[in-house]
């Protein structure tokens, strides 16, 4: 379900039958509802709407604005640049656009919030539904956080114009791991942070190029050693670049036995595992 003013695609395809799939809904407060517009109709986000595997709504708070300026913003009180966003439109907006059961879960994004990551995420898709507050300027008067929101949530240590762009990254997030988003279930739960680990290096079609090749065990055809591979892969990617992934007392078995193998010589013959390419140098083969 759309608003109007984002478009979904026109054709809208049947579930299978006995189909039994969760519909995942984000409504949206946003001051600028078209940035949505290309984000919504493109991609995986549209075939979704189009599968009714989401749902969005958005909601101007300057259709609650009582002025004919449709005025959303005012000075700070204690003087200070910039302009903040009047809490009587807000709350007017969010408590239009969260009616309707399941109550939603209200978001703030903020700065100051906690910071979304993948656990997060699964958090928010335990959720049916959520509504997104879109911060702009200096922000939201702290009343409409103290009284409205549910919860804060920043996607990072850095500021932005607006809410808008991070509310498209926390939709995104959650949206793909809805089921039947995802073309192939596993294309999800082998990505990146999704185990507790980096992805594994990825590779294509030509076999060699520009004196890079791939590593053989993944044209081997062997599906346990490629397995064994993708695993060792993504602990050494995760050691160097993130390691503090690993410091958890939560490691399984598997992931253990992984990390000690990266302290042992190479068997003879061991598939290499890819270095991460030195900054000065282009890269180099990978054995294999």
């Given amino acids: 379900m759309l ?19 969760k519909t995942m809904r984000f409504d949206l407060v946003t001051l600028f509802p078209d940035i949505f517009g290309g984000f919504l109709s493109e991609a ?4 979704a709407l189009a599968r009714g595997v989401i749902q969005v709504t958005l909601t101007n708070p300057r259709d609650f604005a009582p002025d004919r300026h449709r005025t959303c913003d ?8 910039g302009m903040v966003l009047k809490p009587e439109p807000l709350a007017l907006a969010i408590e239009a656009a969260g009616t309707g059961l399941p109550r939603p879960w ?19 898709l335990a959720r049916e539904r959520l509504l ?7 922000g939201f008067d702290q009343r409409l956080i103290d009284l409205l929101a549910d919860e804060e949530i920043s ?4 500021v932005v114009n607006g809410g808008e762009v991070p509310a498209m990254v926390l939709m995104e997030a959650v949206a ?17 942070h999704q185990a507790g680990l980096l992805e594994y290096p990825h590779y294509t079609r030509p076999p060699s190029f520009r004196g890079l090749d791939v590593p053989g065990i993944l044209l081997s055809g062997h599906h346990q050693a490629v397995a064994e591979w993708r695993l060792a ?21 598997a992931l253990r036995a992984a990390l000690a193998a990266l302290s042992r010589p190479a068997a003879p013959g061991a598939a290499a595992v890819p270095a991460r390419p030195s900054p000065k140098q282009p890269g180099r083969k990978a054995a294999g």
């Fill in 44 to 47: 995986l986000m549209a075939k």
């Fill in 176 to 192: 793909r791991l809805t089921p039947g988003f995802m073309g192939r279930t596993l294309s999800a739960e082998e990505e990146s």
């Fill in 155 to 158: 996607i990072g240590d850095y």
């Fill in 106 to 124: 209200r978001i703030c994004l903020t700065p100051s919030g906690t910071r979304l990551d993948q656990a997060k995420v699964r958090e928010l």
């Fill in 74 to 81: 005012d000075r700070p009180y204690g003087g200070g640049p």
């Fill in 3 to 21: 608003s109007s003013q984002a478009k979904a695609p026109a054709k809208r395809r049947a579930r299978p039958a006995g189909a039994t799939l």
């Fill in 233 to 253: 892969a993504a602990v050494a990617k995760t050691l160097d670049r993130r390691p503090e992934m690993l410091a958890s007392d939560e490691l399984t078995p």
């Fill in 132 to 138: 997104i507050i879109c911060g702009r300027y200096e």
